[in-house]
């Protein structure tokens, strides 16, 4: 159903009539600023970089696929060529390390030879008491 002319002008005047609380923009642009930056904040932190590498891989063509194979080849063989060969590593002879060992003082056993280990000490039940 297709609006009259006369609707269309009555919409149009309560349109016109309507008006924001005054607050409404102070609001709006506390809102807004806070908006931008966390918008900022978000774009600079790790979820930023993920983002753009998202976006990279999202826009990638075929022609950035073989940029991007010709750049890890040229990589990994400037890597290759760079290494250095035929180097042998020569280990360090061995130093002696002088070191006596003392024998740990024996414990005594006087006090072994008084504990009474006899069947006597056995309690009813065969263990021993203390």
């Not at 102070?26 to 918008?39: A, I, N, T, Y």
């Amino acid at each position: 159903m297709k609006p009259t002319l006369e609707q269309l002008e009555n919409l149009m005047a309560l349109r016109r009539e309507e008006r924001p609380d005054e607050g409404y923009w102070k609001e709006f642009l506390s809102e807004f600023h806070q908006r931008q930056r966390e918008e900022a904040v978000r774009k600079s932190g790790l979820f930023g970089k993920l983002e753009e590498a998202r976006s990279w891989f999202t826009n990638l063509g075929p022609s950035k696929w073989a940029y991007g194979a010709g750049l890890a080849y040229a990589a990994v063989t400037i890597g290759f060529l760079t290494l250095p060969r035929g180097t042998e590593y020569n280990n360090p002879a061995p130093t002696p390390v002088n070191r006596q060992f003392t024998p740990a003082p024996a414990l005594p056993t006087e006090q072994l030879d008084q504990l009474d280990l006899s069947p006597a000490g056995q309690g009813s039940a065969g263990e021993q008491v203390f």
